[in-house]
Nanobody, 124 residues
Framework: QLQLVESGGGLVQPGGSLRLSCAAS????????IGWFRRAPGKEREGVSC????????WYADSVKGRFTISRDNAKNTVYLQMNSLKLEDTGLYYC?????????????????WGQGTQVTVSS
């Protein structure tokens, strides 16, 4: 059974850091583009970052550029999202998702498989 499980969320003060993990089971992440999305309270789910399967190229939303870094460890079948210099507006439920076409991008409809999410709360 294909499954994605996120972890690493928590409560952090502004300026702090967290590293989210997206672990896959039932399939090999190598061939999928993996995206991170978040849903802030009262807002639509938005794309945060993604990493392609082919060349490992990455995309970031303007709001997180320079602060977040996405990476993948194929040996561990896991994708990470390192989040630094966190801001209050980064608060939300963070999901990872897999695109079997390997393309990825910021559009949630492009992704077929989703995890259950991990909560990130930035608060002083």
């Amino acid at each position: 059974q294909l499954q994605l499980v996120e972890s690493g969320g928590g409560l952090v003060q502004p300026g702090g850091s967290l590293r989210l993990s997206c672990a896959a089971s039932g399939f090999t992440l190598d061939y999928y583009a993996i995206g991170w999305f978040r849903r802030a309270p009262g807002k639509e789910r938005e794309g945060v970052s993604c990493i392609k399967s082919s060349d490992g190229s990455t995309w970031y939303a303007d709001s997180v550029k320079g602060r977040f870094t996405i990476s993948r460890d194929n040996a561990k079948n896991t994708v990470y999202l390192q989040m630094n210099s966190l801001k209050l507006e980064d608060t939300g439920l963070y999901y990872c998702a897999a695109d079997p076409r390997g393309v990825g991008g910021p559009v949630r409809e492009w992704y077929d498989y989703w995890g259950q999410g991990t909560q990130v709360t930035v608060s002083s």
